[in-house]
């Protein structure tokens, strides 16, 4: 009946065989069954046939990306893959336009389709736990994840992480959603506390970790390598016990970041499972002294098992090969959910003179210019790293699209060839393609504000030769483009676009696709406005000396920065509203090929507190082209007894129109829409009285706007 148990030593290919023979190979995607009766005395006999020491085996990972196996209970090993822009761990992949670029879509069906992807890409590579999706919030543009996680909004990360991590589980693959928490930094990752309150805790940073426990049945949580108010994640008793375990009932695995682990005591008792990817402190030397001295329950050890258990049985691990046969490795599908993702999601930010769309009838020459349009930058750095089968760069795309009669140019740098430049001057339009990579923005460490080296120089020397010059910017976020914004007449943010990123650009410049993302995070016009960029720094005064024991059982002292949060809830638009000052682009943001109007705004008076709250409003394509927008829904609470935010993004809905159409949208608002949380009384809590409703299309956009009593 067990194929996996009773074929233990196989090798992938003789297992594939021997299921080939046994006519299985029309094993599907199969998401986890619910906990049953028969899974909970299965994983319970599991435990009853090992020892101490074997349990506590099982408490650490192997081979840096498996589960540890256990042959006497007949426990294979598992695989885990990164995740967060394509299923990268095991050889060339298909490379999306993920993280920061989905959240540019604000689409939560393709959030699901893309779920999906990266689901039958795991299957096709035999991966049993996907370690993403990433969702901390973008506080500072300066984060070298920025790019994998998601925006600067938690109910924007909530809705969308929901549809990802069900698409993904859907095709029997566990989702790690992560990094548990507050890992809004790079720099100094493993030595610095998030100092943090409650409130601001509960409203900005955790929402979306809430939405995958409780909303999506997450199966998988990653602790972060950061301390959490002076206690690193993996021990953090208010992250793991309170939250995760207790009042979101999580019933999956807790598994470290790599490597985050500091005290295998500590970590058992304040939830850790797993260890990743070693038992470097989580092991027998240092637990069976534990256990037998009462420092550690062996429940608590059993308990731990308990969860890997029910998790892999659940997704019938133990009883079929991950390995799906009906998924590709090199997935044709999946390169148009790559070529969807970017095309939904690079932004336009200015189009002076509607320079754009080029008409590709009247374009004879086109200069392309600079350090990412060629090769393809389709991801940043670091364990993320997707490599794709062919990327297709920006160069690529647009020859691809032109075809042979256009005379098309490219250089890296300034053109400086004999007949080069005036080459420059006269293209019909210059592609300037400069931003960040792989190199530069990624895992490890933070950027910087300001473009690489040279890169506005080199902005500023082909604006002035050709006006007709279109700046397209590669990054996580938002740049210092205070040099040469007034020279260009055209800017295109394109994020990490993924694989067919150069497809996609050319099928915007060109207007085969009109433009449709909106920022996910404001941009800022210089780094020392940002509201974080006061508090990004710790204090070499507030430093503090944390004693431990090492791996190697010997004392080991680190040093931890501690980084206040001070902004508190102030984070991206929500501090440019509250101040009422104006960033270079607003949250929300993004410019189209056509235009689009809101009208009938319909909120009910008055509602009781906590009951759901309809609005209705129609949004009209006003333009000459098919396009979508994305309402977006702001509440305000101007009779709050505490301060809150001016406005706070609780709905959102993208509408694709043709041109002259007008839909109806109704957005349903609940009781937590309207609430904060009450740090004295711990729980969320609504004030009666006036609450204010607004609509359109960016956080300074709001046409429409409606008043409603709660009492
Ligand atoms: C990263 C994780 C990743 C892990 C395994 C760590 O460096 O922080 O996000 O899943 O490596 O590659």
């Known amino acids: 009946m067990n194929s996996f148990k009773s074929l233990p030593n196989l090798s992938a290919f003789s297992l594939f065989l021997a299921l080939l023979l046994a006519g299985c190979l029309s094993v599907s995607a199969q998401a986890p069954a619910p906990d049953s009766p028969a899974i909970e005395a299965q994983a319970h006999a599991m435990i009853a046939k090992l020892t101490l020491e074997q349990k506590i085996e099982l408490l650490g990972g192997v081979d840096n990306m498996f589960t540890r196996p256990m042959p006497s209970i007949s426990l294979p090993q598992f695989k885990m893959s990164d995740a967060s822009v394509g299923v990268r761990t095991w050889g060339p992949t298909t490379a ?47 984060s070298g994840r920025n790019f994998e996680y998601l925006s600067e909004d938690p109910f924007l990360n909530a809705a969308l992480v929901v ?26 990752r493993h030595n610095a506390s998030a100092d943090v309150d409650e409130r601001t805790m509960r409203e900005i940073y955790l929402p979306a970790f809430e939405a995958a426990v409780t909303k999506a049945h997450v199966d998988a949580v990653m602790d972060s390598y950061n301390l959490v108010n002076g206690v690193h994640s993996t021990q953090n008793d208010f992250l793991n016990l309170k939250l995760l375990r207790g009042e979101w009932g999580f019933q999956g695995v807790l598994m470290s970041d790599w490597d985050a682990t500091y005290d295998g005591v500590a970590a058992v008792n304040n939830g850790l499972d797993l260890e990743m990817p070693s038992p470097k402190f989580m092991n027998a030397k240092n637990l069976v002294p534990a256990v037998q001295s009462g420092q550690v329950k062996e429940s608590t050890i059993n308990e731990h098992l308990l969860r890997l258990f029910r998790t892999e049985l659940r997704y019938g691990f133990t009883d079929r090969p991950q390995f799906d046969p009906a998924d590709s490795t090199y997935s044709v599908r999946d390169r148009s959910v790559a070529l969807q993702g970017a ?22 020459s086109i200069a ?112 210092d483009t205070s040099r040469w914004l007034d020279k260009v007449p055209v800017l295109l943010h394109t994020w990490y676009p993924g694989q067919e990123g150069g497809t996609a650009v050319a099928q915007i410049l060109f207007g085969q696709h009109d433009p449709e993302a909106k920022l996910p995070v404001s941009f800022d016009r210089s780094w020392d406005q940002n509201p974080s960029s006061k508090w990004y720094n710790g204090d070499p005064k507030d430093n503090t000396t944390l004693h431990t024991i090492g791996a190697d059982g010997q004392p080991k002292d680190y040093t931890i920065e501690h980084i206040k949060y001070g902004d508190k809830l102030m984070v991206g638009y929500r501090y440019w509203t509250t101040t009422g000052k104006h960033p270079l682009f607003p949250f929300g943001f993004g410019l189209s090929y056509t235009t689009f109007s809101f009208s009938k705004l319909d909120v009910p008076a008055s509602a009781a507190s906590g009951s759901a709250v309809n609005v209705s409003f129609d949004v009209t ?87 409603i009593d709660l009492h």
């Open 343 to 364: 095309l939904e999601s690079i932004t336009l930010l200015k189009n002076e003179g509607n320079l754009l769309p080029l008409d590709p009838h009247k374009v004879k």
């Open 368 to 479: 392309i210019i600079g350090p990412d349009a060629y090769p393809a930058v389709t991801g940043g750095g670091g364990s993320s790293e997707a490599h794709a089968f062919e990327p297709v760069s920006i160069v690529t795309g647009i020859a691809n699209l032109l075809g042979p009669d256009v005379h098309i140019f490219y250089s890296a740098g300034i053109p400086d060839g004999p007949g080069q430049k005036e080459l420059v001057a006269q293209a019909d339009a210059v592609i300037l393609s400069v931003g960040f990579s792989a190199a530069t923005e990624r895992e490890g460490a933070d950027r910087t504000f300001t473009l690489p080296p040279g890169e506005d120089a080199l902005i500023e020397t082909v604006a002035a030769i050709n006006p007709r010059t279109i700046v397209t910017i590669t990054a996580g976020g938002g740049v």
């Open 96 to 142: 999306y336009a993920g993280g920061v670029a989905l959240a540019a879509t604000w689409d939560t069906d393709f959030a699901r389709k893309l779920g999906e992807s990266l689901g039958r890409d795991a299957r096709a590579r035999n991966v049993n736990f996907l370690l993403g999706p990433g969702v901390n919030i973008a506080r500072s543009p300066l």
């Open 163 to 188: 549809p990802f991590i069900e698409g993904v589980q859907s095709q029997g693959v566990a989702a790690t959603v992560k990094h548990f928490a507050l890992n809004d930094q790079e720099f100094n």
């Open 621 to 707: 394509n006003a333009g000459s082209v098919a396009g979508a927008d994305v309402a977006q829904l702001y509440v305000s609470d101007p009779s709050a007894q505490v301060d809150r935010p001016e406005r706070e993004l609780k709905g959102f809905a993208k509408v694709r129109l043709d041109p002259g159409e007008t839909r109806p949208v109704t957005i349903s608002l609940d009781a937590r829409a309207f609430s904060y949380w009450d740090e004295p009384g711990q729980k969320w809590i609504i004030d009666p009285g006036k609450f204010t409703i607004r609509v359109g299309d960016s956080s300074e956009n709001t046409p429409l706007q409606a008043d």
